[in-house]
């Protein structure tokens, strides 16, 4: 066979329905947005993302039925630890729906977010399905998923940045030309989603299946639009959460590789970060003017000051709801008589609009679920960071008790700095004891590297995610991206640095054909679908986000299946009818979603 069409490709087992609907949602939900709802578009997303985990979950039913009527115990080796903490997450976040303020809206989520205990159980089976996928040896079409899934968010957001937006009037009410929200209907959202997609994507080219020069080249120039799109969000919170990532991976790489200025080059970021960080709470004077006003009264973090001393007002006159919390989804339903009144000169919006998150991790798990519920998930969060870096695989619990001890050092000291400041300073602790353990675990000289090559990757996609929710909130498009980094790393066979990780040839039957031409095609059908309404003017948009899948189906694809690129258009010209329906409010829009 000629060298010029032979590749390597990945070596996985046929595709199964449940994997095949995880692809689907990761591809489609960035991509989707009701043109035609006057509220947000997460309530939207949530419903089409349960609806496609849903078939996987019938999926995997029978399968899990016949094992349990056959007595085979599931293999937890090594993940038992981090398993029975999520579960117990999950359990916590049920009891609080049972016993919190209103059960109706913390299964459901409420009607601005959608984000209730039913979008918890969905996210657990996206755990499920993309730890089954990383067994098996799929892990790599997860990540090829994430890369097409970010390309009509990104490019919508840069044709919004340079003053081009087709949606005009139907997305958040920012100034068009001065922050990007694309798809996600948020420049925050958009933000997030990019902080997890870029570290993946920077895996993809480093340690994927092989790349020919051309495709490697191409995929750089996408990785530089992604950041770009990162940057027009023109969040603070998005720029310190990236720098943040970025120093982690500079310090695991450093590890990986046995780099000693790699390591102290990301601490220095993280040092600079950190006293930026600390001026702006003590000295915001010494700051430029945007920096300097974070915590201050016109700031978004002032803002974000007066919703955190809210809630804590409202635990300490109502203690009863301490323990379990208030239920998913349920704070705006109880914070109302503990708001400041300064908080209408932050937004219009707050004179007629109660605030349904805290804008910080441990607040908004504290009002979902109580003290339970949040000790909980700290502690799956460090059972997964254990599993991630085991730099002390002899000795397990020194590194969960290095992890510990930093969550809770670090809010100890926010605490001293007052009631406010123990959100920041619990993630902040946390962080540092994931540095003090990369730190204090070996290295890669002279022997075999004690992390994986994906580690440094799948930590600086985390980092950027938590760094960006001490600040920031879950939605539903990011947070499918970090169940499925869950399911990695819980699945991922751990494949050492200093070894290859390029996959080993495999027959054509055992991969799926075309795949990656229809999941483009896919998720431009969702994208063509949310801005159909406002065609022709859409039409430049259209084709420059079909041109960016079109051109990652053909780089990511095996040789075999690029002849079949025309596969790319079927889920749109399936979707026709519906694209035509949808561009009248009323019953031609019922239609169409029925039609999709």
Known sequence: MSRRHSRTVLSSPPLSLAAAALLIAIVVIPAYFNIQSSTSFEPDKSALLRSLLVIAL???????????????????????????????????????????????????GNYERGYGLL????????????????????????????????????????????????????????????????????????????????????????IGPPLRAKARALLGAYLVVLVLALIATQSLTALGAGLTAGAFFMVAYGVNQDRFWFRIAGLAILLVGFLLLLAAWIAP???????????????????????WEAI??????????????????????????????QIAHFEVDWVF????????????????????????????????????????????????????????GGATLGGFVGLAAIPVGLT?????????????????SGAQSRLAASSPYLLAALVGHWVYLAFGFATHAPDLLVWVIIGLILGWPLVWAGKTTRQTKTSPEKTTPALHFLLAGIAFAAFAFSVSAAWPVSLPLWLGVSALLLAL????????????????????????????????????????????
């Open 553 to 596: 189906a053909f780089v990511l694809s095996p040789g075999r299946d690029r002849d079949q690129w025309l596969l790319a258009f079927v889920p749109t010209l399936a979707l026709t009818p519906a694209l035509i329906l949808n561009r009248t409010v009323g019953l031609p829009a019922w239609l169409a979603y029925t039609w999709l």
């Open 119 to 206: 979008s918890v159980l969905t996210g657990v089976i996206v755990v499920v399905v993309a730890y089954r996928m990383a067994r098996s040896g799929q892990q790599w079409l997860l990540i090829d998923a994430v890369l097409l899934a970010a390309a009509a968010p990104a490019l919508y957001a840069l044709a919004q940045i340079v003053g081009y937006d087709p949606v005009i009037g139907q997305t958040v009410s920012f100034e068009l030309g001065r922050r990007a929200s694309a798809t996600l209907g948020n420049p925050l959202f958009l933000a997030n989603f990019m902080l997890l997609a870029i570290p993946l994507s920077l895996a993809r080219i480093a």
């Open 58 to 108: 019938a999926a995997m039913l029978p399968e899990a039925v016949q094992r349990l009527r056959s007595g085979i115990k599931p293999n937890w080796s090594g993940i038992r630890l981090p398993v029975a903490l999520l579960a117990a997450g999950v359990a916590a976040i049920a009891l609080s729906s049972l016993l919190g303020v209103d059960f109706v809206t913390s299964f459901w």
């Open 353 to 408: 609009r109660l605030p349904d998150r805290a804008h910080t991790l441990a607040l908004d798990l504290l009002s979902a679920g109580g003290v339970l519920a949040l000790s909980l998930w700290l502690l799956f969060w460090i059972a997964l960071v254990a599993r991630l870096l085991p730099v002390f695989p002899n000795r397990p619990g020194v590194s969960f008790a290095i992890l510990a001890g930093g969550t809770i």
């Open 285 to 307: 004077q010494l700051l430029p003017a945007r920096l300097g006003d974070i915590f201050a009264s016109g700031g978004s973090g002032g803002q974000r000051l007066l919703f």
């Open 312 to 341: 804590l007002r409202l635990f300490q006159q109502e203690p009863r709801w301490l323990l379990t919390g208030l239920g998913p989804d349920a704070l705006s339903l109880k914070i109302a008589p503990y708001l400041s009144p």
């Open 428 to 444: 902040v602790g946390f962080l540092g004891g994931v540095l003090l353990l990369l730190w204090l675990g070996p290295t890669a």
